[in-house]
């Protein structure tokens, strides 16, 4: 049986799991507590649950519905993660990586919302490899999950997040903004919103829908060059959205949330370092 991947769940979505087998509804933030709060994704080892429910979560559900293959760690301590997860659409698992990146006064996650992206930007090495697919919520917050806990292990909590891994956010619109709504949850990772950045090549309907969910988030558009054609030359997807659109649904966004955007900037030697 295929089992439930636990961190797809929100806490009334849980509750409801738990009313539908004659439990309080309370269990679930229990649950939620020993995985969000302790990292402990071992149900038998949730030892305020009742034995018959630590047996039947273990029979129906997992926590980590991934493995971690790789684990690196560069010199400024960097810490990155290549994750692995069974596709049932396929015979092959797909790979995401993760990124912890620590710095004195906070402890940032740089997530992943697809396998491979579609945009191809020219300079991406994401952008050459293929295109596999969306990742679900869960897949998201798991990325989140297993950095807090490599944190956990040093006392520290993540205090950031960064949606800036693999793949385009808001071509994983759904997925992407309930795990946003789960990282930002009280009885989630209790995250900030405005400690939390969305950054995108810019789709100006995704950006006006984003400013209405009132969820208060950072965005960062990845610029790259003011110039349109130039534009089109390294992000394939500017064709289609004109930077004049861009702008204009970032400006509305400054103006519904009162976030400020941030425009970023990769300098590509002899591409867009100079006015022209
Ligand atoms: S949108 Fe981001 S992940 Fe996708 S190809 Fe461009 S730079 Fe790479």
Redesign the pocket.
Known sequence: MNKFHLLEFTLSELEEYFSHHHQPPYRARQVFGWVFHQTTFDFQLMSNLPQKIRHQLTQEMTVMAGSEVIRQKAHDGTLKLLLQFENPQSTSPHQVETVLIPEQKRHTACLST?FG?????T?????QGPFLGNLTTGQIIEQALRLQKILNGQGQRLSHIVF?????PFLNYEATLKAIRILHAPWGLGISARRITL???GLPAAIRRLASEELPVNLAI?LHSPWQEKREKI?P?AVKYPLKAILEAAHYYFQKTGREVTLEYLMLPEFNLSPA
């Open positions: 697809q992206c579609p945009i191809k930007c300079f991406c090495a994401t952008g800036m891994g693999m793949g385009e950054s995108t090549v990845s992000i997807l």
